[in-house]
């Protein structure tokens, strides 16, 4: 099986930063993509950054230039650095990954569980 965890939510003050790692473990043969969604209360699950295998990086535009995503392969780690937070911001971080657990296996989505994230105003 394969399993995604999250680290480093908390609660912060407007304007003041977080980093979120997510950890993919298992049986893996490749990653492609990793990626943050946030989902708040009542709200919908939304993209908030990929980064490809390649480093290839995408951003919601409500995060450009606050957020910045990376990923260490050797460790299937993605990280997300989040600076001059604001109370909107607050939600829960979801890490999503798309896996290949065998060499023959298609790349399948896996989710982790989720961190909190809360900026107080």
């Known amino acids: 099986q394969v399993q995604l965890a999250e680290s480093g939510g908390g609660l912060v003050q407007t304007g003041g930063s977080l980093r979120l790692s997510c950890t993919a473990s298992?049986?893996?043969?490749?990653?492609?993509?990793m990626g943050w969604y946030r989902q708040a209360p009542g709200r919908e699950r939304e993209l908030v950054a990929t980064?490809?295998?390649?480093?290839?990086?995408n951003y919601a535009d409500f995060v450009k230039g606050r957020f910045t995503i990376s990923r260490d392969g050797t460790k299937n780690t993605t990280y997300l650095q989040m600076n001059s937070l604001k109370p909107e911001d607050t939600s829960v971080y979801l890490c999503?990954?798309?896996?290949?657990?065998?060499?023959?296996?298609?790349?399948?989505?896996?989710w982790g569980k989720g961190a909190l994230v809360t900026v107080s105003s």
């Open positions: 298992g049986t893996i043969f490749s990653i492609n993509v």
């Open positions: 980064i490809s295998d390649g480093g290839i990086t």
């Open positions: 999503h990954a798309r896996i290949k657990r065998l060499s023959y296996i298609p790349y399948m989505p896996y």
